[in-house]
């Protein structure tokens, strides 16, 4: 699983992905608290934006940002945002399902979590 995150972020390098380094920092703190989650999290695309106070994404996997809001807060309360955003567009596909592959591995990513929370508890 290491590696594939690694390769994620390498291939953010190639893409030539210019963003926050709190942002950067968040995602990577995000994914190694939920690792199901790291595809969705390095597959959303940045952009900051001074419109919105904090951070938000869209049906579109867009996450808009705010800057000055990331840099003021923990590298741990951003994951922890970032975290709640991935579970929001997970709801949304599995509650409107489009048949794409994203939302097929988004499915089996919430199966697979609840079985763990179920074999932990």
């Known amino acids: 699983m290491l590696n594939r995150l690694a390769e994620m972020i390498r291939g953010m390098d190639r893409r030539g992905d210019t963003y926050s380094r709190a942002l950067q920092a968040a995602r990577v703190r995000a994914s190694y608290q939920r690792a199901y989650f790291a595809p ?46 991935c579970d929001e567009l997970s709801m949304r596909h599995v509650a409107a399902p489009t048949g794409s592959f994203t939302s097929t591995v988004i499915g089996v990513v919430l199966r697979l979590r609840s079985v763990i929370a179920y074999s932990t508890s």
Request: charged letters at 15%; aromatic letters at 10%; glycine letters at 0%.
């Open 40 to 85: 969705a999290l390095f597959n959303m695309n940045p952009i900051q934006t001074d419109e919105i106070a904090s951070m938000a994404v869209d049906a579109h996997w867009r996450l808009y940002y705010n800057d000055a809001w990331l840099r003021s807060h923990t590298v741990e309360e951003n994951a922890a945002v970032l975290i709640h955003l």
